[in-house]
């Protein structure tokens, strides 16, 4: 067992990380909420046959009350419309000021529960039950809570950190390659923008099977990385930007496959590459360090490149909620192991996009 704390004054929460975890699930809740007696859980459609009873069994053993919302499955469910039916929901479970909401499940469970609980008697507890490695190494922590809207992706959203954050590490046995792979992106990011210790720990436990044989010293440290970005910089108003390494232009792959074509971990990793081979066009990171992320990305299934067009990058730096006017913050390595925040014009970031497009 692997166990973390967030400090964030009167709203700090803990991190464990173990097997079996979801069955210690109400234990766990009651020490974190000692004055809820009702806890409404958000799941999905994927999740919900395999974890639910076990989490509404052992919440119930703890003498809470439960009440349960399953959701369909994949990123449509991060919508304004099943938010109005999670308030309708927990309007009808009676759930109070003291109650509160338990998300079981991805990123997007995660996200869609999250932000229902930050804003339903404005403001629930929330505990984060990850099912996925993306959400445990990434969404599950820091309090980013959002659903989509026509015009972007995580465009309606707050900040709401949980009382608690619970990793089963069992239920990564359950997710296909494809979504093991995806939270490998964000897994390597970390390596990337803050402990080159860790990339090459990576490197030399190339695979599924190798990374699980070590995966509470992964959790440990990705969230332990995130944990002290997220406690300098909670609103994201400064270092927390370097946690979207690969991200600006990943967003233009996901828009470039409509986002059906690329999940969110295949886009940043090409994207993580792109980055630092721009930083070396810029003269900011060191040549070899974009064939090193290649050759990791690569080992665990992700693509290294990915087609786009000008028309895509354009949108994605237009839209991207980080880059203020006419300029673009990117985040560049100035070596494995360091992210920094690189502002440069837009149309200069169009351009080199398209050098390095012929090259
Ligand atoms: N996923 C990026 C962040 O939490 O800031």
Known sequence: MKMLQVGLGDRSYPIYMAPGLLDQAGMYCRSALPRAEK??????????PL??????????AAGF???????????????????????????????????????????????LAGFAAA???RGVDLVQLPTTLLAQVDSSVGGKVAVDLPAGKNLAGAFWQPRLVLMDTDTLSTLEDR?????????????????????RLLEAHPGRRAVMEHIEEVLYTCCGLKRDVVEKDERDTG???????????????????????????????????LAARLGAALGVTPPETAGEIRA????????AA????????????????????????????????KAILHKLPKAELLSLLAAEEHR
């Open 39 to 48: 806890i409404f859980v958000v799941t999905d459609s994927n999740v919900a």
């Open 51 to 60: 974890y639910l009873d076990a989490l509404t069994g052992s919440l119930r």
């Open 65 to 111: 009350r439960t009440a349960c919302r399953v959701v369909p499955a994949g990123e449509s469910a991060k919508r304004p419309e099943l938010l109005f039916r999670l308030w309708e929901d927990m309007a009808a479970a009676r759930l109070t000021r003291t109650d509160a909401v338990a998300a079981l499940g991805g990123g997007v469970v995660g996200d």
């Open 119 to 121: 804003t339903f008697l």
């Open 179 to 199: 979504t093991f792979s995806d939270g490998m992106a964000e897994v390597i990011k970390y390596g990337c923008i803050r402990d080159e210790g860790f990339f």
């Open 239 to 273: 270092e927390r930007m370097i946690l979207n390494f690969g991200h600006t232009l990943g967003h233009a792959y996901e828009r470039a496959g409509r986002y059906e074509t690329w999940t969110h971990g295949q886009a940043v990793s090409a994207g993580m590459v």
């Open 296 to 303: 990791l990305a690569t080992a665990f299934g992700l693509p």
């Open 306 to 337: 990915i087609d786009c067009s000008q028309e895509d990058y354009a949108a994605a730096i237009g839209l991207d909620k980080k880059g203020a006017g006419e300029d673009i913050t990117l985040v560049l390595l100035a070596r494995l192991g």
